[in-house]
Every structure is written in structure tokens, then in C-alpha cells.
């Protein structure tokens, strides 16, 4: 039997809340010793991806206060995510169609964990691995 995304994610995921300060974000990071995060709603919803860069580039980079920036100001658009019961092909198709290193896994409206390259890595094709980190990699 084909495996799923909840086969191969690593659950247990830890979110920023969107309105936790991009400061609070960074440090939840740092504990983790992870380079990104969910940011999740007051309704206990997805609501964006929070990644190191975006600390650097969106906040640093344009002066803005990490004290009092909020994650849900980062969380842009309509996160990309997969079904818990989605196969691991589909994972791999929605990575590199948006060119993301990590996939949110949900299940009906709760997130139950993520997929990364490297849990693809470990339980796809090689033939897809190489697709994948090709198209991630150089944006092609």
C-alpha cells in the first residue's frame, strides 16, 4: 500500500500565534533549533509558514521592530498544505509546484504536522527526490 503524508511527516508541530511578536517567533526558533514554523490563528487555524528569512528579510531588512512586528503580519496568503491522506507524490508535486521546503499537513482543519524534503527524501523515488530538489533548488 501506497504510504501517505502521515506516513512520512513529523508531527507534533509547535506553532507561532499570529499575534506572538516576530521577537517571540525568533526565539521559539532558536529553542527548536528549527528554520521555520507555522503561524496559527486564535481559531487554532493555519493562517501562513514563519521562516528564518522571513524574520531577516521582512522585518531587519526594513527596520521594523521584532518586539512589536506580529507573526500573522509575515503569514501571507493561502498556505500551501497537503491532507493527511494524500499520497507521498502528491507531497512531492505540491512542493515543487510552490517551490517550498516544507509542507504543512492537515487533517479536516487541524494541522497534525509537516513534510519536509528531507521526510520526502527519506520515503520517495530517487527519480523523484532529484525532481524535487531540483526544482527547489533552482527555482526550475
Known amino acids: 500500500m501506497a504510504k501517505k503524508a502521515r506516513d512520512i511527516m513529523t508531527p507534533g508541530v509547535e506553532c507561532i500565534g499570529e499575534n506572538d511578536t516576530v521577537l517571540d517567533a525568533a526565539k521559539m526558533l532558536a529553542k ?3 528554520g521555520s514554523m507555522p503561524i496559527c ?7 501562513g509558514m514563519l521562516t528564518d528569512r ?3 528579510v521582512k522585518v531587519l531588512a526594513e527596520g521594523r521592530d521584532p518586539a512589536t512586528t506580529k507573526a500573522g503580519e509575515l503569514g501571507q496568503g493561502k498556505p500551501v498544505t497537503i491532507g493527511a491522506d494524500d499520497s507521498i507524490q502528491l507531497a ?4 515543487a509546484d510552490h517551490k517550498v521546503r516544507r509542507l ?7 494541522l497534525v504536522g509537516i513534510v519536509s ?8 523515488e530517487d527519480d523523484d527526490i532529484g525532481r524535487l530538489v531540483e526544482v527547489i533548488s533552482t527555482g526550475g
Do not use: F
Not at 92 to 95: G, K, L, S, Y
Not at 104 to 110: K, L
Open 41 to 47: 490563528g486564535e481559531d487554532n487555524r493555519l493562517k
Open 92 to 95: 512531492i508535486q505540491t512542493m
Open 54 to 56: 522571513d524574520i531577516v
Open 32 to 34: 527548536l533549533n528549527v
Open 117 to 124: 524534503q528531507a521526510d520526502v527524501a527519506k520515503n520517495a
Open 104 to 110: 504543512p499537513v492537515i487533517d479536516g482543519h487541524d
